[in-house]
Protein backbone atom coordinates (compact mmCIF):
# COMPACT_ATOMS: atom_id res chain seq x y z
CA UNK A 1 0.00 0.00 0.00
CA UNK A 2 1.25 3.38 -0.82
CA UNK A 3 2.57 5.81 1.61
CA UNK A 4 0.82 8.80 2.72
CA UNK A 5 2.13 11.83 0.87
CA UNK A 6 3.87 13.38 3.57
CA UNK A 7 5.92 9.99 4.09
CA UNK A 8 7.66 10.91 0.82
CA UNK A 9 10.93 13.40 0.37
CA UNK A 10 14.47 12.81 1.06
CA UNK A 11 15.20 9.54 2.43
CA UNK A 12 17.90 8.61 5.31
CA UNK A 13 20.26 5.93 5.02
CA UNK A 14 18.03 3.61 6.77
CA UNK A 15 15.13 4.26 4.49
CA UNK A 16 17.17 3.60 1.35
CA UNK A 17 18.37 0.54 3.02
CA UNK A 18 15.11 -0.95 3.48
CA UNK A 19 13.97 -0.05 0.32
CA UNK A 20 16.78 -1.59 -1.75
CA UNK A 21 16.59 -4.97 0.85
CA UNK A 22 12.75 -5.35 -0.27
CA UNK A 23 14.76 -5.34 -3.76
CA UNK A 24 16.93 -8.04 -2.80
CA UNK A 25 14.45 -9.82 -1.23
CA UNK A 26 12.72 -10.46 -4.10
CA UNK A 27 9.85 -7.14 -4.45
CA UNK A 28 9.65 -5.77 -7.87
CA UNK A 29 11.35 -2.76 -8.83
CA UNK A 30 7.78 -1.37 -9.83
CA UNK A 31 6.36 -1.97 -6.59
CA UNK A 32 8.59 -0.56 -4.84
CA UNK A 33 8.86 2.39 -6.80
CA UNK A 34 4.82 2.85 -6.59
CA UNK A 35 4.94 2.46 -3.15
CA UNK A 36 7.59 4.40 -2.03
CA UNK A 37 6.95 7.11 -4.88
CA UNK A 38 10.50 6.92 -6.33
CA UNK A 39 11.76 6.34 -9.63
CA UNK A 40 12.55 2.95 -10.78
CA UNK A 41 15.94 4.61 -12.22
CA UNK A 42 16.41 5.82 -8.41
CA UNK A 43 16.11 2.53 -7.07
CA UNK A 44 18.34 0.91 -9.26
CA UNK A 45 21.09 3.53 -8.50
CA UNK A 46 20.37 3.05 -4.37
CA UNK A 47 20.91 -0.99 -4.86
CA UNK A 48 23.70 -0.12 -7.42
CA UNK A 49 25.65 1.92 -4.49
CA UNK A 50 24.96 -0.56 -1.86
CA UNK A 51 26.05 -3.76 -3.46
CA UNK A 52 28.71 -1.46 -4.48
CA UNK A 53 29.70 -0.79 -0.41
CA UNK A 54 28.89 -4.33 0.32
CA UNK A 55 31.31 -5.31 -2.18
CA UNK A 56 34.36 -3.03 -0.54
CA UNK A 57 33.58 -4.26 2.88
CA UNK A 58 34.31 -8.08 1.92
CA UNK A 59 37.79 -7.25 0.67
CA UNK A 60 40.39 -8.08 2.46
CA UNK A 61 43.24 -5.73 2.97
CA UNK A 62 46.59 -5.63 1.71
CA UNK A 63 49.04 -7.16 4.21
CA UNK A 64 51.74 -4.48 5.85
CA UNK A 65 54.95 -4.56 7.01
CA UNK A 66 53.57 -4.48 10.28
CA UNK A 67 51.39 -7.32 9.78
CA UNK A 68 55.12 -9.08 8.87
CA UNK A 69 56.57 -7.82 11.91
CA UNK A 70 53.77 -9.68 13.92
CA UNK A 71 53.88 -12.80 12.12
CA UNK A 72 58.02 -12.70 12.94
Not at 7 to 14: E, N, P, T, V, W
Not at 39 to 61: C, I, N, P, Q, V
Amino acid sequence: MAKQKEDRGRFSSKRKMEAVLRLLKGETLDAVSRDLGVTAAKLSEWRDEFLKSAEAGLKSREPSAADDENLR
